[in-house]
């Protein structure tokens, strides 16, 4: 597996692209340390250590203004080192959590008032498939009364079974990773097109993050790109960026900077770019 620089951020390349103020990466991660926030017992991953520190050397590098810490699985629902990351700069940060049956009331209390705007539930089999869906449906009821929304992680061939759901959520959503479509399959695949179709949906939001995980060519990831610029199409006010920083569970490790110029390569557009960036980050999660 590809492994971080130990002199990071050195290897790391500045973008061509100067990214606009208030720029915010929607979907990256901290990780550990594992000797002050312990990994779960039942994760399916062991990741390097990328703590906050590391996140925002990052953000300073690239010109990243805000940021929105998705928690993930290696930590499961002990959500530690994400509330310390946003407590450390609460402005610049927000959080998406993992919880289960056992939070109450206070926790989900805690949780907002630590800078947490959103749960997470991970439908990829190679981090452990499905919840429980009557778990599922308990905190959605409970989040949607916070004004929260669900972060959705799928494989692309689950899109489709798992519509009649979506399309049913009484809150916002939000697909992660174009919906990891496999970019060999090409724009008319059933997934891409049924993700298409749920972006109708004005409570549909995605992350065109992870180009890394849906090419099948490799580095520049360029292959990616078509899929991003129909997302951005469909859906203009509704779709998210992010670096998925530090790239778990993938083949090739990209290049941040790279990430950040085939974003503006995919998007001509200056308006465009920064509703992608700014606008529509802000409106989700600093509103």
């Keep these: 597996m590809a492994t971080l620089p130990l002199d990071f951020p050195k290897g790391r390349r500045k973008p061509n692209f100067k990214l606009p103020p ?21 994760r399916r991953y062991t990741p390097e250590d990328a703590p906050k520190e590391m996140l925002r050397k990052l953000h300073d590098f690239l010109g990243v203004s805000r940021s929105v810490i998705v928690q993930a699985s290696c930590h499961g629902p002990d959500n530690r080192a994400m509330l310390d990351c946003i407590a450390s700069d609460p402005k610049r940060y927000r ?57 959705l992680h799928v494989d692309a061939p689950d899109i489709i079974p798992l519509s009649d759901m979506i399309k ?76 998925d920083f530090p790239h778990p569970n993938v083949k090739v490790m990209p290049n941040d900077g790279e990430l950040v110029d085939l974003f503006a390569q995919t998007f001509a557009d200056q308006a465009l770019r920064k509703r992608i960036l700014v606008d529509n980050p802000a409106r989700l999660y600093w509103a």
């Design 22 to 42: 208030g720029t915010t990466d929607a979907h990256c991660h901290v990780f550990g340390p594992g000797a002050v926030f312990p990994y779960a017992p039942s």
């Design 95 to 151: 959080g998406v959590a993992i919880v289960n049956d056992s939070f109450t009331e206070k926790d989900y209390d805690e949780l907002h008032a630590g800078g947490v705007r959103g749960v997470r539930f991970n439908f990829v089999k190679h981090l452990g498939s499905a919840p429980d869906m009557a778990v599922f449906d308990r905190v959605i009821d409970r989040i949607k009364r916070r004004g929260w929304h669900v972060v």
């Design 168 to 243: 049913k959520l009484p809150l916002p959503f939000v697909i992660d990773h174009m919906g990891r479509v496999d970019a060999a399959h090409g724009l008319d695949q059933k997934p891409f097109a049924m993700l298409l179709e749920l972006m109708k949906n004005p409570l549909a939001w995605v992350k065109v993050s992870g180009p890394e995980r849906i090419s099948a060519t490799g580095k520049p990831f360029r292959d990616a790109m078509p899929f991003a610029a129909a997302l951005g199409e469909a859906a203009p006010d509704r779709v998210l960026w992010g670096t």
